[in-house]
């Protein structure tokens, strides 16, 4: 059984910056792809950024680049999510999941195997 569990979400003012945690237990990640998605009320999950454990590959939606960034620390099984210059379209709950797939990096979260709590953020303006 594997376990995700979520942490860092809070609430921040627009143009601030916040750093959620995936901590990992159970078992390994190093043969995984690790992924965040989000979902605001009333839409669909949606894909942010994720990163492959064996490669350190990366992939990162569009609405993110250039602001979010996606790392991993081997030595915690933690998955982080720095996220810079949030606004208020960034408003979500902010989960962490498993791909057990390595192939390739995934998107679509109905193919992810293993998903945490969820965190929420909140960007004001």
């Known amino acids: 059984q594997v376990q995700l569990v979520e942490s860092g979400g809070g609430l921040v003012q627009a143009g601030g910056s916040l750093r959620l945690s995936c901590a990992a237990s159970?078992?390994?990640?190093?043969?995984?792809?690790m992924g965040w998605f989000r979902q605001a009320p009333g839409k669909e999950r949606e894909f942010v950024a994720a990163i492959s454990w064996r490669s350190g590959r990366t992939n990162y939606a569009d609405s993110v680049k250039g602001r979010f960034t996606i790392s991993r620390d081997n030595a915690k099984n933690t998955v982080y999510l720095q996220m810079n210059s949030l606004n208020s379209e960034d408003t979500a709950v902010y989960y962490c999941a498993a791909d057990q797939f390595t192939g390739l990096i995934r998107t679509t979260s109905h193919v992810y195997d293993y998903w945490g709590q969820g965190t929420q953020v909140t960007v004001s303006s």
């Open positions: 159970g078992r390994t990640f190093s043969s995984y792809v």
